[in-house]
């Protein structure tokens, strides 16, 4: 099964990186059929299969000011799983660090989400502006930034009224260039490694002969270390390597215990593991876990809360030895009873 990069969640290198993931990747399939080893080996799902959602968001570590609007939201986002906090940090963040290029960056996600393209070039380019502005002092956050804020423009390109494939992959090699003059400046850098490490691992899931496991050492040295280790649970996840990825998203379990994000992304594996060994303990366990993250979705994003229900209907399925083509749809479904939201769903289903 090839795996899906969806919102929040990839190529906006950090916020930015899951605008681009939907969108950039798409494109790059279209010129790229043929996908990478590790997916390729997976027998190909049905075509109603859900797929499970990486929802891969990755901040920085930067030089935010602790205590700074910026800083909250990239703790409430990326730490905590709670997005109606991190939006309310940035929404203040957007008048106390106008200076700072991740302020618009993350904020972009939640005009993404709404279908407000034209919002999305605004803050892409206020990402690139920001970042330019940073070069004197900071050149390695310069040069990342500039490209984050050329990503943005990208999916721009794309999600616009009659998009340009061909103008977004255009963006898409110069911001590769930016992430190559900030590596020449320090290539250990951890921000810098958190980045190209969820590039990488983009890039593995969906372009001929990419190095996953080149993503996973790249990952080893980033920080934060609990979005370090949910790119390392993708990675070995995608490569089948089950002990590896639950020995990682156990790992950042320990750091963030109360993300709800990564106790869905542990009762996936779960569901997976139970689905290829037709093993009911992983099945239940999984349901069990895709419960205790729903209970904390008024603080998700509207696609994860989708996912947690479509995955969940999967195990329960399985479990049942009975056919999934109940599990579709729910996004949809959450969509037409909470028009214009994206996250702090107001209507939502009751498990059954």
């Known amino acids: ?28 399939s279209q010129f790229n059929p043929t996908i990478s080893p590790a997916a390729a080996s997976k027998k190909p799902a049905p075509a109603k299969t859900p797929k499970p959602n990486s929802n ?41 660090e106008p200076k700072e290029p991740l302020t618009y960056a ?7 989400s709404l279908g407000d393209f034209e919002k999305v070039k ?3 380019e206020k990402t690139s502006k920001a970042a330019e502005q940073l070069m004197p002092t900071n050149p390695l956050r310069g040069n990342l930034y500039q490209g984050v804020g050329l990503a943005i423009l990208a999916t721009y390109e794309l999600k616009k009224a009659n998009g340009g494939a061909l103008g977004a992959l255009g963006k898409l090699q110069k911001v590769f260039e930016y992430i190559d003059k900030a590596k020449k400046i ?30 996973i050492d790249q990952l ?19 490569l089948k390597e089950y002990d590896k990825a639950s020995n990682a998203i156990e790992a950042a379990l320990k750091i963030a215990p109360q993300n709800p994000e990564l106790i869905y992304y542990k009762a996936q594996l779960l569901n997976i593991r139970g689905r290829d060994n037709n093993n009911d303990n992983d099945l239940r366990e ?7 993250a729903y ?45 214009n939201v994206v996250v702090g769903l107001t209507k939502l289903p009751v498990l059954n």
Do not use: W
Not at 106 to 112: E, G, I, Q
Not at 286 to 292: A, C, Q, R, T, Y
Not at 295 to 307: E, F, Y
């Open 106 to 112: 993350m904020n972009t996600l939640y005009p993404f």
């Open 295 to 339: 209970q904390k979705r008024d603080r998700l994003l509207l696609s994860t809360v989708a996912q947690i229900l479509s995955e969940r209907c999967q195990a329960k399925s399985s479990l049942a030895k009975v056919g999934n083509e109940t599990c579709y749809g729910f996004e949809a479904r959450l969509r037409q009873d909470n028009p």
């Open 56 to 96: 891969m968001i990755f901040p920085t570590t930067g030089n935010q000011e602790k205590g700074s609007n910026v800083e909250r939201a990239k703790e409430a986002m990326f730490r905590d799983g709670d997005y109606v906090k991190a939006k309310q940090y940035l929404d203040a963040a957007l008048k106390t």
């Open 186 to 215: 320090d290539p250990n850098n951890s921000e810098l490694s958190l980045i190209k490490g969820y590039m990488d691992l983009l890039l593995a899931v969906n372009v001929p002969f990419s190095d996953t496991n080149q993503a």
């Open 1 to 28: 099964m090839k795996f899906k990069f969806s919102l929040p969640a990839t190529l906006v290198l950090t916020t930015a990186m899951m605008l681009a993931q939907s969108s950039i990747v798409a494109t790059i």
């Open 220 to 238: 080893k040295n980033a920080e934060p270390r609990y979005l370090a280790l949910r790119g390392m649970y993708i990675g070995h996840r995608d």
């Open 122 to 124: 605004e803050y892409g």
């Open 286 to 292: 999984s349901i069990k876990l895709f419960e205790v």
